[in-house]
């Protein structure tokens, strides 16, 4: 049986001159859940680093509570679909986002041709594909 593992993202994009993307985090997981826990896990660390109170903060905050979005979530992951989910604060857009790779024949191994799950982001969002 062909392992599948998880890698998971978090990424900041700068809408600035010159474009800047940042790499905040990083983790490969062997487990669904494990994948799952470190996207909430990094939601609550953006949380805590972006101003209180504000749109964006709400909005992760919301989406790392739900779950509904978190079975989502797992739902997608699970069944090969990438997913993400971002939120603008002020001129940076953060992106959590997830991938699967390997199992025998199962979507999303890797080749990056697997449908995409972004749950709770909009539809002008999606212009930038998963790394």
């Known amino acids: 049986m062909d392992e599948v593992e998880y890698r998971c993202w978090v990424t900041a994009v700068a809408d600035a ?59 997608s992951l699970g069944s090969g679909e990438d997913v993400r989910f971002r939120v603008r604060h002020g001129e940076t857009t953060y992106e959590l986002a997830a991938r699967r790779f390997g199992g025998a024949g199962a979507p999303g191994t890797g080749t990056g041709t697997g449908p995409d799950r972004e749950t709770g982001a909009t539809d002008g969002d999606r212009a930038r594909p998963a790394p």
């Open 17 to 75: 001159e010159p474009y800047a993307e940042k790499a905040l985090g990083a983790a490969r997981t062997p487990s669904l859940l494990l994948a799952a826990s470190w996207l909430r896990a990094q939601a609550s660390l953006l949380v805590w680093r972006l101003e209180p109170h504000t749109p964006a903060a709400a909005r992760l905050a919301a989406w790392r509570d739900d779950a509904r979005r978190q079975w989502q979530v797992s739902d």
